[in-house]
Structures are given as structure tokens and as C-alpha cells.
């Protein structure tokens, strides 16, 4: 027996409209074909991308590697995505960076601003 799209997506997301029976079909066969979900189009389905963003500077110092090693535990415990991103203390990059995470819709962004930015653009 062959399923729609919407009712195994109905099923994934563990819908009240869907049988027992056939969310439990749909879990062997998600397990048998190792079915991983497309995570882009279900970010834009609920107008989330569960990634954050970070703009360091550098990595370089010990300060700003503990800040990356912290916000990439936190968003391991919370399930979230990190996208991390170098501004290498340059105004113009760091500009970049922002649009670039921008235009992915992402969910937050943690910035350390260069030395050399204001935050006019921000």
C-alpha cells in the first residue's frame, strides 16, 4: 500500500490525523531507508531554520575560541544548528558575513564586532 507525501509528512511530524498503524509504517521505513528529512524545506515550511549565526573576529585567542567552543556546545544541547563565520577584523567582511547569514533566514545572529566596525550597518 502506497502513501502520500503529506500523509507520511503527517506521520513524521506525528499528526492526530493519522493512524497508530501507519505512523509506525512510516517509522520502519524511515528507519530501513535511513530517510533523512530535508532540512531547508522544512525551515521554510515553518519559517525557521533552527541555525544561529556567530562573527568572531578571529579565532586566534584563547577568549574567542572559548566563545566558539561554548556556543557550539549550547547549540548541540539545544538541538540547533552553528554557522560561524570570520570577520578577520575587517569592516567590509564583517558586513558580508551579516548579509551572507542574513539571506539564509537564520534564526539569530551573535556578533563580535571588529575593532574596526560601528554598528551604523547592523
Known amino acids: 500500500m502506497e502513501l502520500s507525501v503529506s500523509t507520511v509528512s503527517r506521520a513524521l511530524n506525528d499528526s492526530y490525523e493519522i ?3 501507519t ?3 512510516v517509522r520502519q521505513a ?4 535511513d ?3 530535508n532540512l531547508a524545506a522544512k525551515g521554510l515550511k515553518a519559517g525557521k531554520s533552527n541555525s544561529i549565526g556567530l562573527i568572531i ?3 586566534s585567542s584563547a577568549f574567542q575560541s572559548q566563545i566558539l567552543e561554548g556556543a557550539q ?3 548541540l ?3 540547533v544548528n552553528l554557522i560561524f563565520m570570520q570577520s578577520r577584523e575587517n569592516k567590509k567582511i564583517e558586513k558580508e558575513c551579516l548579509q551572507a547569514l542574513i539571506q539564509q533566514n537564520i534564526d539569530g545572529i551573535i556578533i563580535a564586532p571588529s575593532a574596526n566596525s560601528s554598528v551604523s550597518y547592523l
Open 23 to 25: 505512523k509506525e509504517r
Open 73 to 75: 556546545q549550547t547549540a
Open 57 to 59: 573576529p578571529y579565532i
Open 19 to 21: 493512524s497508530d498503524e
Open 77 to 79: 544541547e539545544h538541538n
Open 30 to 33: 524511515v528507519k530501513k531507508f
Open 35 to 37: 530517510y533523512k528529512p
